[in-house]
């Protein structure tokens, strides 16, 4: 349970520190920010130590209770006086148009922030929450500027240290793309590839057409496949370096509320079989390298069948082609919501585990 704001205000030293509980604030409450409050309320280690958004409390409030991929929310929600009540939780809320920029994290006794607002970030804004007593920022958006470390579990979580503060959790795309990269570039070698994300839409595009800057970004989602840039290949290349000059590929967002894929193809150096690369798949989900990241799937599955999976990828072994013996063709699935939450909660938990040695 929260801890009230006076008990936050009085412990000294940080309640994180004495009892191993790391305490979480959630900046940004859209998909991801609630996302993220539904795992951490049912986690003993962590808790939510403040909320921090936008939008009006009633607001926040209601969204939190019903949600249309999530499903309504069991305990009963309100919120009054600054603070959001959910069941037996009490946690501060700051919330509506008037409230401070960045919110003193250290007076409400937050170590983490987790930064959900879908925004690119500069140096200067992760420091103005570093400035405000936060130890760490992990950000939930692709960065403006370079941080201390980008980390997808799996791939390069070896590479953690505490002394980062400034933590980048990439995008979902990287945390299902990189990981069958990886694996495949291991088995067979690759010599280039390039990936397609069909991408379910998003909060930040539109239900009907409207002036944009992004013109396609401003066509009715709802109606349309939208073709989209994409900053997943610069990110997968910085955590595969191997394949810098090697890799390409974009997005394009499909009328579907929920359910993504990443379709690769790749040009191999050793010859490969559709049996092949489905066997180096299949023996890589079963180590625990990849456990809770990669799944592996024999069923005929759709979209839909992935909603709330929370794997950063589910490899689709019957969509698996080859055409000659050098080129493959592999489709991976996500829920760019739910599995990339559990990625940055999985990453809370790892500062704490090497913080706590």
């Known amino acids: 349970m929260a801890e009230s704001l006076p008990a936050l205000l009085s412990a000294s030293p940080p309640l994180w520190y004495t009892t191993g509980v790391t305490t979480v604030g959630i900046y940004g409450f859209g998909r991801i920010g609630r996302n993220l409050f539904r795992l951490l309320a049912a986690r003993r280690d962590m808790e939510i130590g403040a909320i921090s958004d936008l939008a009006d409390p009633a607001a ?72 405000a007593g936060a130890r760490r920022v ?7 500027e370079a941080p201390d470390a980008t980390i997808v579990m799996g791939v390069n979580d070896g590479a953690i240290e505490p002394s980062q503060r ?61 073709p989209q840039a994409s900053r997943s290949p610069a990110m997968a290349v910085d955590l595969l370096p191997g394949l810098r000059g090697k890799l390409s590929g974009y997005a394009m967002n499909v009328p579907i509320s929920n359910g993504s894929v990443v379709d690769l193809v790749a040009w191999h150096e050793k010859p490969v079989t559709a049996a ?10 079963a180590q625990e390298r990849w456990r809770g990241v990669l ?17 950063s990828a589910t490899f689709d072994s019957l969509a698996t082609m080859t055409l ?33 040695r």
């Open 295 to 311: 799944d592996y799937e024999d069923a005929p599955i759709v979209s839909s069948d992935v909603a709330r999976s929370r794997f």
């Open 138 to 144: 992990i950000l939930l958006a692709p960065p403006l």
């Open 324 to 356: 000659g013996d050098r080129v493959s063709k592999t489709l991976s699935w996500f829920d760019s919501g739910y599995g990339y939450a559990h990625r940055a909660v999985d990453l809370v938990e790892r500062f704490a585990s090497l913080e706590a």
């Open 276 to 285: 092949a690369v489905n066997a180096s798949l299949r023996a890589a989900a």
């Open 60 to 131: 926040v409030a209601y969204l939190l209770q019903f949600d249309t991929l999530l499903g309504r929310l069991a305990e009963d929600v309100s919120a009054a006086d600054g603070r959001l009540r959910v069941g037996g939780l009490s946690i501060p809320l700051l919330s509506g148009r008037d409230q401070p920029a960045v919110p003193r994290w250290g007076e409400l006794g937050v170590h983490t922030v987790l930064e959900a607002t879908s925004r690119g970030r500069t140096r200067a804004e992760v420091e103005a929450h570093l400035a």
């Open 166 to 226: 400034m933590v980048s959790n990439a995008s979902s795309t990287v945390h299902c793309l990189t990981p069958v990269l990886a694996i495949l570039d291991a088995a067979f070698g690759i010599r280039r590839a390039i990936f397609t994300t069909i991408h379910s839409y998003t909060s930040a595009h539109r239900l009907a057409d409207v002036p944009a800057e992004d013109k396609r970004r401003g066509r009715a989602a709802a109606e349309n496949i939208i």
